[in-house]
């Protein structure tokens, strides 16, 4: 592995920091560094706040480092314009930093190389491209947002080994063992929404709420897809009063209301199930990644509920082919886990 790569990889352990705390902002981390030695490191911790940049080079300060002629390696292209922040690359500049290593670039259309431009222009050597593949995989909510101006949409589901969510009756806990639970956990940190169907609603009473750590300050929407609840018993379920609920009928309705959730900022939704609300997010084409989680247990019955309803295709060619497909274990469970389309 390249210095560079090195290097890098730290400042992604540094933006991974952020998880679930930057939204609608990017997580982003930087390390600067001068002869293999790290002089200040910082990450991006909330929108608003100093970006990941300004607070490594206040972190260099702060050691007593002088950091004219350092390198500095961003997990994401550096932001050139003027927001609720100043442009971070004038602050590079007047920092004199000599070389800049980019992980990923922004897609955002006002920061698009500009960033590489400006400062190649002042004289810094600019180097793209850095474990990119890692540094885009930690943004893609970001990036399907800022360029599709809706969220994305990550499909987790928890099935037994023969595609069963729940018994006959209705009774689901639990499918899945404790540490595929603490990832679903995880996961609800970093959506700004988390959906569920009617029927789960009524059946499970979830809280849908960040619950590992304790008094989470950042907890998701509850949206509720149904025809037939309304806020006043939305509010039963939820009496803080961060739920709503939608009727989602047909593609035309998916794409709206993902539209306006993108308008409101909502950079990301989980959609947890059931298996009649995953076939339509499906069969709407709003789904961009999923993650299935396998328990190695078969629940058999032809009467107990699939992991997927809907309608039954009559060919094999019209199953959906997962794109950049990966599987590992989780506990005593699996997990498999793929994008729909390119993102």
């Known amino acids: ?30 390390v600067i560094v001068r002869d293999s030695t790290v002089l200040g490191r910082g990450f991006h911790r909330k929108a608003g706040e100093a970006h990941a940049e300004i607070n490594a080079l206040s972190d260099a300060v702060r050691h007593g480092h002088d950091v004219r002629g350092a390198t500095l390696y961003v997990t994401l292209e550096p932001c050139s314009t003027y927001g609720r922040t100043p442009p971070c690359t004038e602050a590079i500049i007047a920092a004199g930093i000599s070389r800049v290593v980019i992980g990923s670039m922004d897609p955002n259309p006002r920061h698009a190389g500009r960033a590489e431009e400006i400062l190649r222009a002042n004289g810094i050597q600019v180097d793209c491209g850095v474990e990119n593949a890692a540094c885009w995989d930690l943004n893609k909510h970001f990036f399907r947002w800022i360029t599709a101006k809706r969220p994305f949409v990550m499909l987790k589901m928890a099935m037994t080994l023969d595609g069963k969510i729940a018994c006959a009756n209705g ?13 679903v956990q995880k996961w609800r940190r970093l959506a700004d929404a ?7 609603l009524r059946t499970d009473h979830p809280q849908l709420t960040v619950r590992e750590p304790e008094n989470w300050e950042k907890q998701p929407l509850r949206i509720v897809v149904s025809s037939a609840i309304d806020q006043e018993t939305l509010d039963e379920y939820f009496p803080d009063g961060r739920a709503e609920a939608v009727d989602l009928p047909d593609k035309n309705s998916w794409d709206e209301y993902l539209q306006e959730l993108g308008r409101r900022d909502i950079t990301m939704l989980l959609i947890e199930g059931g298996g009649e609300l995953a076939a339509a997010a499906l069969r709407a084409q709003a789904v961009d990644f999923v993650e299935f989680h396998i328990a190695a247990k078969l629940l058999g019955g032809r009467d107990s509920i699939p992991v997927l309803g809907g309608d039954s295709p009559e060919m094999m060619d019209e199953a959906l082919a997962l794109q950049r497909v990966e599987s590992f274990n989780c506990g005593d469970d699996i997990i498999v886990s793929g994008f729909l389309h390119e993102v």
């Open 171 to 183: 009774q689901s806990r639990w499918v899945t063992g404790s540490e595929a639970r603490r990832r």
């Open 1 to 30: 592995m390249s210095t560079d790569s090195e290097f890098m990889l730290e400042a992604l352990a540094l933006a991974q920091m952020g998880w679930g705390l930057t939204n609608p902002n990017p997580m982003v981390g930087a």
């Open 194 to 200: 988390v959906m569920v169907g009617g029927n789960t």
